[in-house]
C-alpha cells in the first residue's frame, strides 16, 4: 500500500487516504483478502489522527471494498472482475456529477469541457 499525503491539498486528509487506497484496490494493486494495517499503525506511519484513518476505513468499508474481522483487522473485500468495474464507474459518475456543476456555474458548453480536459489529459 502506497499512501502519499499531501497538507497543502484542499482535499480532507481522510478523504485523500479513501481516495487512495479505494484507487490501489480497484485497480488490482491491492488484491482480494489483502490485510490493511490496523488504524492506529497507520496513523503512526502517516503521521496523522487515528480518527482521520478510522474515518478513510469506514468509508472504504461502507463501499464495500472493505471488511472488518473483529479481532483481526480489515482486508481488501473479495470482488469480481465486475464489482470492481462497477464500483469504480460509481465513484467517477460521482465525481463528475459534481465537477459538471461546477462547470456549469462558468456556463462552459460540453465541448468546451471537452476541450479542456483533452488539453490537462
Do not use: H
Amino acid at each position: 500500500m502506497n499512501i502519499a499525503i499531501s497538507n497543502s491539498s484542499d482535499k480532507p486528509i481522510y478523504q485523500q487516504l479513501f481516495e487512495q487506497i479505494s484507487a490501489q484496490i480497484l485497480k488490482g494493486e491491492l488484491e482480494n483478502g489483502y490485510s490493511l494495517p490496523p488504524i492506529r499503525q497507520a496513523a503512526t506511519e502517516l503521521r496523522v489522527s487515528i480518527i482521520t484513518v478510522k474515518k478513510a476505513w469506514e468509508e472504504l468499508e461502507r463501499l464495500g471494498l472493505i471488511y472488518t474481522v473483529t479481532g483481526k483487522g480489515c482486508f481488501v473485500a473479495e470482488l469480481s472482475p465486475d464489482e470492481m468495474l462497477q464500483k469504480r464507474n460509481e465513484m467517477i459518475m460521482k465525481q463528475m456529477v459534481l465537477d459538471t456543476s461546477y462547470y456549469k456555474t462558468f456556463g462552459l458548453s460540453l465541448e468546451e469541457v471537452f476541450e479542456l480536459l483533452k488539453e490537462i489529459y
